[in-house]
């Protein structure tokens, strides 16, 4: 089936079976690799796009239902993001894996919130897992952004 | 240019594609031990291809120390998850449609999961026998026991316990353990293969190309030349992506169906491909009533799974670390890798160490509780300082264990009031004997690094390329380092241990030198010798040793049995520093998986069966787990640069269950359980009442 959408800016039509994962549709169709295939059940993040603005584990967000949506990934956001520079100036990141869906989910944080304390980037990134353990420097990253 | 890891375009291994390329699907034996009967395809459908056992008959055990590994289970399933057959088809979702096709018929066979009881002598055979392996990542003189499971025993023979705990006022004997856990690294396996007329070319995340190239090479009987392996950064390894993992089976599919075969895992078969050692560890000691030790004997049982893969070594360093950095006069260790039917355990960050430090570490402060000594204090009056001999006979040079236990205990405020705190410190060998080379070319203005270390996130490639910058006297923006390439790089040991930034250092001092003299390109080479007896623990056992020393301050909750880190303190011998930013997060990535493994992760069976394989029932630190989290990095003007890879991990789940015990809450298990920390306070009233 077809599935209508914006990606990244670009109006675009997906075409996805009923049961298939917006994950693996953007990585097939679009080449957008930043969203990752990692845990499957949407707890670890590293599959984070965002949906008309929130963040979405793409694992768990059959395709069709991206109809008539907004989807951002990290290509979207062109290189030179608050956000990016500031998880580079912190180096908020090893071997990178879940960064593209840290930044995401931070950027949802400072629409929110401009100006979180540490404990509320903890809080509303906890649902994005970092195996190499960069949390602290994710966190000074985000303030840096915030800043 | 922005970094590609925060822009999107950082590729790894699951990324790289071929034209015409077919998905493999492993089918794996449901029962932990089981004669495998038959294996019948028919109904999978003609465009798949599939991997049948009869296929592979004809092709060589491998192992990277003992070869006790077929591409896939021939006749026997060792483990449940064990590869009987696999799929490759057009897709990811038609090769697991036809994997579930395959029907195999098993036999049951008795199965065993305790490596203490597996290290019996009437204990069922997982293996026949044990084909010590021709890899050179079996460095070391192995020493299976024909007709048993230990498939490597170790010794340490220095001084006579017996005699010493004779001298001994006071002497503690408990027997700890440490549940299996997952790298959880966020990128999956993944490998992609084609052949082309004889020779295998491979896209994979590997810590250690030229030792799977060689296993490969043997598998397949070709040169290991022929072989040509490509090496993405991996999204992550913490010791998972090392030697043959799933390489070997898709590099079959792709030579059965003259096409390239890519095989990624799923989240859940991550837990059937490597974990960490569970470890059975006894600790005798003994001191006199001054405090000062005399003696120890210690008994380690490292649980390597149905494959040895390197759990020889693992056990070997477990079992060389396990004295502690501590002047002993009279030490005996006895460690096995045991095969038993669980999953294979192989390297796993700490390599080893994790398990024996819990164990000496806690041990240390039940003797320090005993002779009524402060815990820092009975530290320091034994531990190790400069020139001293360790109980291997080598002598210690750059020594600094006083001072991480000094900077660890200053961290978490230990002088002001000790309770609910607690200390650790570990050593921490690196893999030696090594041999490391590195090539550097000339590319204009640009230089150009040949070097097969590995990026997983550590930050290998940032810091050697650095360090060539800074010999270069250029700057690092001049200086370029390609992924490795097996057919472009010199050889190198492996990128493990934490070694790579030391011996390439060493290595690009010579290839700057030989560049200066040659003009176009330069190579060096270093070689670091030693190793030990394994049947007397003597020799050298590491180069130079990587020391730390982790400071924990805990909150527990007694009703419901809760443990919180309120505060987590590190010091890390580093040397010299050659990346601040790397060396960091280092530190900071270890203490956090050092939490993990202390309050969190535990793999958990039944019958063999993992019942925990996903990231939901098994958790791993989040933010919201991080407890206010300190270290320091001790430098020292011309000192060796220290790898920082590992070093803070074991002491952290020691020093919170020295934290928890001075609580008087005897916790002899990790991870600490809440049920552990309830039976505990249930002891302590107990003994009380």
Known sequence: ?147 | MADPRVTGAARYAEDVQLPGMLHARIVRSPYAHARVLSVDASAAGEDVVVLAPDDVRGLRRYGCQIKDQAVLALDRARFAGDPVAAVAAATPQLARAAADLVEVAYEELEAIFDPVEAAEPDAPLVHDTAAISDNDAAYFDLRPQSGTNICHRFRIRHGDPETGFDEADVIVDETFQTAGAQHVHMEPHAALARWEDGRLELWTGTQTPFNLREDLAGIFGIAPEEIRIHCPPMGGAFGAKTFVRIEAIVAALARKANRPVRCVLERSEEWLTLNRHPAVIRVKVGARADGTLVAKRVWCWADTGGYADCGPGVAQKMGFAAPGPYRIPHVWVDSRAVYTNLAPNGAFRGYGQMQCVWSSELAMDLLAERLGLDALEFRLRNVLREGDRYCTGEEMHDVHFADCLEAAARGIGWHDDARGKGLAVVMKGMQTPSRAGIAIERDGDRFVVRCATAEMGQGARRAISLLAADLLGVDVARVRFPDPDTHLVPYDTRTTSSRSTYVMGLALERAVGDLREHGERGYGEIEIPGGLDPDTGQGVASHHWHQAAAGAEVRVDEETGKVEVVRLHAAVYAGRVVNRAGAELQNEGSMIMGLGTALLERIDHADGHITNANLSDYEIPSFADVPPLTHDLLEREGGEIHGLGETALPPVPAAVGNAVASLGLRVRELPISAEAVLAAVDEREGVRA
């Open chain 1, 1 to 147: 089936m077809k599935v209508s959408c914006t990606v990244n800016g670009d109006a675009v039509e997906l075409e996805a079976t009923p049961d298939e994962a917006l994950l693996d549709v953007l990585r097939r169709q679009l080449d957008l690799r930043s969203v990752r295939p990692t845990c499957g059940i949407g707890v670890c993040g590293a599959c984070t796009a965002l949906v008309d603005g929130e963040p979405v584990s793409t694992c768990l967000l059959l395709a069709p239902l991206a109809e008539g949506r907004e989807i951002t990934t990290v290509e979207g956001l062109g290189g030179d993001h608050p956000l990016q520079r500031a998880f580079v100036e912190s180096r908020a990141f090893q071997c990178g894996y879940c960064t593209p869906g840290m930044i995401l989910s931070a950027k949802r944080l400072l629409e929110e919130n401009p100006s979180p304390s540490a404990h509320e980037i903890a809080d509303f990134l906890s649902g994005n897992l970092c195996r190499c353990g960069c949390y602290l420097k994710i966190v000074d990253a985000v303030t840096r952004a915030a800043a």
